[in-house]
């Protein structure tokens, strides 16, 4: 089968055509381009990336068993709608998982971990400052991949962010409320110099108000100009 120039090059860099349709996939499912409810099916992806449809189906059971997509028979695979018992479970587990690697994280003493993650933090700040809302994002994923990296607790770290995936598209429009980032950049401050002082039960406590404090906000947004005109859910 002839394939394209982003398929060969997916081969020698290394990167399955399963990868590649699942990176592909997940990519839409994350930036709205597929919405909630909305349908695909193997073989449009497949022909998009001009690939079998082997690889694809493989790449979207991945994506169903991370609950981004629902297998429909006959109708192909739907992109998952969150409901507002979805929005719970998924800060229950933030809030009883990231205590956890941050307790760990605060007897890190990494100094190159240490060094990176007030970098990020910096990094944070001076987007805050800009109301650079793309820096910002960019800044607050890699502050928290140091911080799962100083927890030492993979497992953890995974499920948080497969849990954080299937609300993404959702952070993205609560981050784009008028003042979010001032909120929150200040909250960050706090659960950092905590890890950085060592103390992991003040840095779990502050980082448990921050997450209730986000749930609280999306939830409000959610239920009073969301939900109600939303057939299939966010």
Partial sequence: MNENRN?????ESGTTYQQLAYDFVKAKIRNLELK????????????DLHISRTPVREALRRLEQENLLINEARRGWKVYALSLED?????????????????????CQDEEL???MKEALE???????????DAWLEADAQLHEI??????????????RGVNDQWYRVRIGLQALEGRMQRSTPEHERIVERI???????????NRTHVN??????????????????????
């Fill in 87 to 107: 929005i719970h479970e998924i800060f229950d587990i933030k809030e009883t998982l990231e205590a956890l690697i941050i307790r760990r994280a605060a007897a």
């Fill in 147 to 160: 911080i799962f990296t100083m927890g030492g607790n993979e497992r953890a770290s995974n499920i948080i």
């Fill in 7 to 11: 398929s060969r090059s997916a081969t």
């Fill in 213 to 234: 404090s986000v749930r609280d906000e999306l939830v409000r947004v959610l239920v009073n100009l969301v939900f109600p005109f939303a057939e299939e859910g966010v």
């Fill in 114 to 116: 240490r060094r990176t």
């Fill in 123 to 133: 990094r944070m700040q001076r987007a805050t400052q800009d109301g650079d809302r």
């Fill in 36 to 47: 909630p409810g909305q349908y695909i099916t193997d073989s449009q992806v497949a022909g």
């Fill in 196 to 206: 950085l002082a060592g103390d992991g039960e003040q840095a779990a406590r502050l």
